[in-house]
């Protein structure tokens, strides 16, 4: 384990010029480049405050930044799982003709789109200083735990993703749907007070349910997360990180013959 994490260290480079490529290559050709990684963003803020400041009313004050501040997590998270499942594909020509460790596919797909998360934080915290939220000091300082631990679970799951997609190539479209499922089933577009308290446990089985509750915690309400919470998302991302770390050494072996 130790010698495997210390030669993917070694292809350090690799995955930056893999990250660097992924950023750059998103909006190719377009006129504004990579303006559009904080237009994105800013679009869809103005399209949440139409439709439920106008149209769809919601008993939640400032709606659409109780949505926004845990939509933009949850794309990041979505787009690591049904994204990643084919970087392996993608780059099969690469896996075909080269050596390196095939762990550094999955870890730089999933590190371009968080720093493309990081980047549409910016317009988050824009947006909120605006509106005249207060952000909390010590709440901010919890941020970062909660974003490496959902960059801990995305991970793990894209790396089992990515290495069974290899061998069930419809995996890859079954994903979609899987993520869309998961979507209404993660506390994004309600609170959790919303859900009856008999199928609340279900909701407790859902990893991205404490990730999400943590970011509205300290980004909305302004408070430090739960411990509770904290702690229950910390161990789930880990126990993801190495169950997906197991299968994708297992699997990777044989990646060649079935590409």
Not at 45 to 54: C, E, G, R, W
Not at 163 to 171: G, I, K, M, N, S
Not at 246 to 252: G, K, M, P, W
Request: with cysteine; hydrophobic share 55%.
């Amino acid at each position: 384990m130790i010698s495997r994490l210390k030669e993917i260290y070694a292809y350090r480079e690799m995955m930056v010029s893999l990250v660097k490529r992924d950023l750059k290559g998103r909006y190719k050709g377009s006129a504004l480049g990579f303006l559009w990684t904080f237009l994105n963003p800013l679009f869809q803020l103005a399209v949440y405050t139409m439709v439920f400041s106008i149209i769809m009313r919601m008993g939640i004050k400032d709606y659409y930044l109780f949505l926004f501040v845990a939509l933009i997590p949850w794309i990041f998270f979505s787009t690591s799982l049904s994204g990643g499942a084919s970087c392996i594909m993608t780059q099969q020509d690469m896996v075909k003709k080269i050596y390196f460790p095939r762990e550094v596919l999955p870890i730089s797909y999933v590190t371009s789109q968080f720093i493309n998360m990081l980047l549409s934080f910016i317009v988050i915290f824009v947006v909120l200083i605006f509106a005249g939220y207060r952000l909390n000091l010590l709440a901010i300082l919890c941020l970062p735990v909660v974003m490496v631990v959902e960059y801990i679970l995305a991970l793990g799951l894209t790396m089992i993703m990515c290495a069974l997609t290899v061998y069930l190539r419809d995996l890859e479209y079954v994903l979609g749907i899987i993520t869309m499922a998961w979507q209404f089933l993660t506390p994004i577009m309600y609170s959790m007070d919303y859900v009856p308290e008999q199928y609340r446990w279900v909701f407790s089985l859902n990893p991205m349910t404490y990730v999400i509750v943590a970011y509205r915690d300290i980004l909305y309400y302004g408070k430090v997360p739960e411990l509770k919470n904290l702690l229950s998302a910390i161990v789930i991302g880990i126990i993801a990180l190495v169950i997906g770390w197991l299968v994708f050494e297992r699997l990777q072996k044989h990646f060649v013959e079935e590409l």
